[in-house]
C-alpha cells in the first residue's frame, strides 16, 4: 500500500507542473542567449527552444528578436538588425551613422599641410660685378650695370644709360632705375620708394625689410643718395648734386648694408654703411627694390 500511495500520488500537483514548464523554458531560453552570444553567432533563438503547443508565435519572434538585438549590441555590431518574422524592427538598427563624425574624420585627412616660411639669414652679399663708372654723369647706368650683374645681364654702360635715358645731365629718378631694372632683366619685380627730407623711424624699418627680402630673394637694390655719409671705416663720402649707389648685401639682421659705389672714390668702390645712415642720404631721394 505504502508504495502505490507514492505512484499514485505524486509529490506535486499537477498545477505545479503546469505552471513549473514555462519558468524552466525561461531558463533555457537565457541559457542558449548567452551561449550563443558568447560564440558570436547570429541563428534564431527560437529554433533551439521552440516556444510550447498554445503559445503565441508572434510574443515569441518579438523576444527572441529583442534578445537577439542585446546580443549583438554586446558585441558592438553595427549592421542593421533582421526582424523576425512579425516582429517590430529596432528604430536604433535602421539609423545611419552620425554625418558629423564622417566629415570631422574627412577634415582632418584632407587638411593641407602648410609649412611656416624660412627665415631670412642674419646677413647676405649677392655675387656680383663691381665696375667704376666711365664718366662724371653715367653714376647711374654704371650702378644699374651693377645690379643686373647680379641677375645674370651683362650690359655695356652705354646701353644701360640708353635704356634709362641717362644725358650729360645724369639720370633724372629712381622711376628710370626702376623701369630700366624692369625692362632689361625682364621682371617686374622692381618698384620705387622715395623719402622725405628727414627720414622717419618708420621709413628706416621700412628701408631695413625692404633691403632683408630684397637681396634675400636674389634682387640688388639702386640708391639714389645726396649729400654726405660716413661707411663704418670712417671714410666720409659726399656727393651734394646726388649720385647713384648699389646695394649688394646686409649684415646683422640688415642693420648694415654693402655698398658697391660707381664713383670709387679714394679707390674704395665697395664698402659698408649703417641702414640709418643710408637712410639719412636718401634723403629727398628714392630707391628702387
Known sequence: ??????????????????????RRRRMVLTAAVLFAAALGTDFAISQLNPPAAGEPQAVAAMDVNRVDEAARASRGDSRALTAAPGATPSADAATPAAPQATAKAASKTSAPATSAPAPAPAAKTLKHE???????????????????????VDLNQDSVANTLGTTVN???SADDITRGLNKLAK??????????????????QRLREDVVSSITAGFP????????ATDTSG???????????????????????????????YGIGEYSLSTTDLANWLATRGYSS
Open 170 to 172: 645724369g639720370t633724372n
Open 1 to 22: 500500500m505504502f508504495v502505490e500511495d507514492r505512484v499514485k500520488k505524486p509529490p506535486y500537483h499537477p498545477r505545479h507542473l503546469v505552471s513549473a514548464r514555462p
Open 130 to 152: 663691381y665696375q667704376a663708372q666711365i664718366n662724371g654723369y653715367y653714376c647711374g647706368p654704371a650702378a644699374t650695370r651693377i645690379a643686373l650683374t647680379a641677375l645674370g
Open 187 to 204: 621682371t617686374s619685380h622692381y618698384r620705387s620708394t622715395f623719402f622725405d627730407s628727414s627720414p622717419s623711424s618708420a621709413q628706416i
Open 235 to 265: 671714410n666720409t663720402r659726399s656727393f651734394p648734386g646726388g649720385h647713384y649707389i648699389a646695394v649688394v648685401g646686409y649684415a646683422d639682421q640688415g642693420r648694415t648694408v654693402k655698398i658697391s659705389d660707381p664713383a670709387n672714390v
Open 221 to 228: 637694390i639702386v640708391a639714389n643718395i645726396v649729400g654726405s
